[in-house]
């Protein structure tokens, strides 16, 4: 079982659509829960970031960590032709940047006008 | 405020050639740095890390090398390349200590034929 699980699309959801994305991981020891947006043939640029479980709200994105479930999502609302993009999430047990950061392979998300 | 630059931006190699691609960090002292490997439709692999100069952990075997000649340069090198070296090389930083985000470079698409 891969340690971080992601269902790598395409997704494809009319401009306006509420949008979620979802990991799944077999890790209990991972606390430091983010989400990255990662537009073609350029760098992942961090979108959110959250520790332990509970929600968190930036804007039009909210992410999600159950921790219970071993659960995180990230749920984008109105959503935008700009979203277009693929979406990483990523993982790591300790507050220290000693321990590695396991990602996700990604989810393509298109957004059509 | 922090800024990553990588270079170059593209490029294509014989199979059997040197590489050297190049990573430097402004506006931070003393960061984590971090190489990693994205091949096509598939997640972030963790090349190398390092905490300071001079300082190389490597996560997987392969004919790449990293050097950290300064605190806020990373190299990542090959002596000779394989056809299976391809894919977009990512470099990026964390703050030693911090929280678990990490920032990404631009990226280096590299071709090997």
């Known amino acids: 079982q891969k340690e971080v699980e992601q269902d790598p699309g395409p997704l494809s959801v009319p401009e306006g659509a509420i949008v979620s994305l979802n990991c799944t991981y077999s890790n209990s020891a991972f606390q430091y829960f983010m989400w990255y947006r990662q537009y073609s043939r350029k760098g992942p640029e961090l979108l959110m970031y959250?520790?332990?479980?509970g929600n968190k709200e930036d804007g039009r994105f909210t992410a999600q960590v159950d921790k219970s479930s071993k659960y995180i999502s990230l749920f984008i609302r109105d959503s935008q032709p700009s979203d277009s993009a693929t979406y990483l999430c990523?993982?790591?047990?300790?507050?220290?940047?000693?321990?590695?950061?396991?990602f996700g392979p990604g989810t393509s998300l298109s957004v059509i006008p | 405020s922090q800024t990553i630059h990588q270079w170059p931006a593209t490029l294509v190699q014989p199979v059997g050639s040197p590489l050297s691609l190049e990573c430097t960090v402004e506006g931070t002292s003393n960061p984590n740095l971090y190489w990693y490997r994205q091949a096509a439709g598939r997640g972030l692999q963790l090349l190398f890390y390092s905490v300071g100069i001079g300082q190389i952990s490597s996560e997987v075997p392969q004919n790449l090398s990293a050097s950290r000649p300064q605190d806020r340069q990373f190299i990542l090198s090959s002596k000779k390349l394989l056809l299976s070296d391809s894919g977009f090389y990512l470099c990026?930083?964390?703050?030693?200590?911090?929280?678990?985000?990490?920032?990404f470079g631009p990226g280096t698409r590299l071709l090997v034929l």
């Open positions: 990523a993982m790591s047990a300790s507050g220290t940047s000693y321990d590695k950061v396991i």
């Open positions: 990026a930083w964390s703050v030693p200590g911090g929280e678990e985000t990490q920032y």
């Open positions: 959250t520790y332990s479980s």
